[in-house]
């Protein structure tokens, strides 16, 4: 029996109490000890009968429309569900993670009432879904696939090879992506396909992880036939269509991920008050360890900050922010830290681990912390998307409170800030500050070679003599590389003063490369004002700039 709407029937908290209460009666006891030792046939039963009791009490597709089945209910009912869920440590369906989130975005988004129709109340019934997106040629770049589809009448006929398609092995179907036109640009040339996995011409191959499980799979198609049916949007527009797919995976979903980390930071405060640490007789006196967990304590909470904010866009606006993709990033980095001071806390007896099923809290620091990994790759690699996502917040209007919590949420991950300052930074940081912290990789950019170029740039406008010899650097070319000395040299001496002799000599290296590449600049640039070149005649002009700056370069 369900347990209804809460705003129909007293409010938030009358909801919240009676999610409360259906947890507490149905979560079974002792499942993440059955689980670790389970196998996968044991663990894919254990999902099917915990779907179905989801789906008795109105939980398992919360998010769905009630037309479809699901429960219909409002984002802040939803956020109550997901909290709850964490609290009693509920099992999570990650068999059915993208059945439940990917597909129905998908096909309530771009499908056709015939796909809705056939597929929506399927899922419901236990139809299980894999993706398959990535490719192992393609790396990040996801635009790159190969996979081809071609045309043949009614049907499209796919070969190809699609990697880390998470339980393709237990699927039905599998939401393609497969180049239906390859002399088009890479993003217009893709086309969203449904492949039925029982189709001829499919080999699933497992891949056994470091931990032991095989949750990712390879897939291998050799003409397979997928009805044009099943073709999901336009032909050749499916990059717009995946872009609906992969902002499932980043944004509500993120919630329930969100809470369930702040379950695992208490189990963690609980091993620390147990566990021995190194210079204290536990691990939440000792300095360094309590240091850490305090850290962990700020970005948990950074990062369900950063959840309210995207839940508040949503009910606002009608869709996600920024924060979207920056609350992936920081969840998946967060996660990482976190797992790896728990195998640190709990100390050698992490690595006594039982061969289980895949997934996340397993109750196992040392496999949650292996496991992790994935997150930093799934939905966009950490180190490519990053400075793309902060960048994108900090040039939105609306978003200098994400910045700021993206700027903190990096200082404490840096240890360049107590964790006190970090849960108060966000009101203090200005928008300016914000923009300039979440954007870092464009200071990264501004290297040496840079300044040097705003240095002559500078220098270059004031009145300089100008020599007739081509050979000998101008006075602004000596000015400038004094100046570079003046730059760069304090660093090296600190460098030296430190005995870092490796880093000395680097900083030298550095300064004499970036004076050369300085005096040879400006010779370049004095040589082609001093030369006598006819005014008349772009094209002889042009000639004549080239041949004077490849003279400049080849001495």
């Not at 004499?512 to 006819?534: D, E, F, K, L, Y």
Request: charged share 25%.
């Amino acid at each position: 029996m369900g347990v209804g709407t809460g705003t129909a029937d007293g409010g938030l908290e009358a909801f919240r109490t009676r999610v409360r209460a259906w947890c507490e009666e149905h979560v079974p006891e002792g499942w993440p000890a059955r689980m670790a030792t389970a196998g996968r046939e044991e663990y894919v039963a254990f999902q099917r009968w915990w779907l179905a009791e989801l789906r008795a009490g109105g939980f398992a597709a919360p998010h769905w429309p009630r037309e479809w089945g699901g429960a219909g209910f409002s984002l802040p009912e939803l956020v109550v569900v997901y909290e709850e869920l964490a609290r009693a440590d509920a099992p999570r369906l990650g068999l059915y993670f993208v059945s439940l989130h990917h597909a129905p975005a998908t096909l309530l988004g771009a499908g056709t009432p015939e796909q809705q129709r056939r597929h929506l109340p399927a899922i419901l019934d236990g139809e299980v879904w894999c993706q398959g997106f990535s490719e192992p040629d393609a790396g990040s770049d996801l635009a790159s696939l190969t996979t081809r589809a071609e045309r043949h009448g009614d049907d499209f006929v796919v070969n190809g090879q699609k990697i880390w398609s998470s339980l393709a092995d237990h699927a039905d179907y599998c939401l393609l992506l497969a180049r239906t036109d390859p002399t088009a640009p890479k993003r217009r040339g893709i086309s969203y396909l449904i492949l039925d996995m029982r189709s001829p011409g499919i080999e699933v191959r497992p891949i056994t992880t470091c931990v032991g499980g095989a949750e990712f799979c390879e897939i291998f198609l050799t003409d397979v036939v997928i009805p044009a049916e099943n073709l999901v949007g336009p032909e050749h527009d499916g990059w717009r269509v995946a872009q609906t797919t992969l902002s499932a995976e980043r944004s509500v979903t993120i919630v329930e991920l969100a809470e369930r980390l702040r379950s695992s930071l208490a189990r963690l405060l609980e091993l620390a008050s147990v566990r021995p640490g190194v210079t204290s007789p536990t691990a939440s006196r000792d300095p360094v360890l309590r240091q850490a967990l305090a850290r962990s304590y700020a970005e948990v909470e950074i990062l369900r900050l950063l959840c309210s904010r995207m839940v508040e866009n949503l009910v606002r606006h009608g869709g996600p922010g920024p924060e979207a993709s920056i609350v992936k990033l920081v969840y998946s980095e967060t996660l990482q830290r976190l797992t790896g001071l728990g195998a640190r806390i709990e100390g050698s007896r992490s690595q006594l681990v039982e061969d289980g099923p895949a997934g996340d809290g397993s109750g196992h620091w040392l496999r949650d912390h292996l496991g992790s990994w994935s997150w930093t790759i799934a939905g966009g690699p950490t180190r490519s998307s990053g400075p793309s996502w902060a960048n994108g917040c900090s040039a939105s209007p609306a978003s200098p409170p994400a910045a700021r919590h993206l700027a903190t949420w990096r200082q404490s991950a840096g240890g360049d800030q107590q964790p006190e300052a970090a849960v108060t930074a966000p009101r203090r940081a200005s928008s300016t500050t914000a923009r300039a912290s979440s954007t870092e990789h464009l200071r990264r950019r501004r290297s040496t070679s840079q300044v040097a170029k705003h240095v002559a740039t500078s220098s270059a406008s004031s009145s300089v003599r100008r020599t007739s010899s081509p050979n000998r650097p101008s006075s602004a070319a000596n000015t400038i590389s004094t100046r570079c000395r003046m730059i760069s040299s304090p660093w090296a001496r600190r460098a030296a003063s430190s005995g870092e002799s490796d880093a000395a000599t680097r900083a030298a290296r550095r300064t004499g490369a970036m004076v050369s590449n300085t005096r040879a600049r400006c010779s370049t640039r004095a040589a082609i004002r001093s030369a006598r070149v006819p005014a008349t005649g772009t094209g002889r002009r042009r000639d004549a700039t080239f041949a004077v700056w490849r003279s400049a370069r080849d001495e």
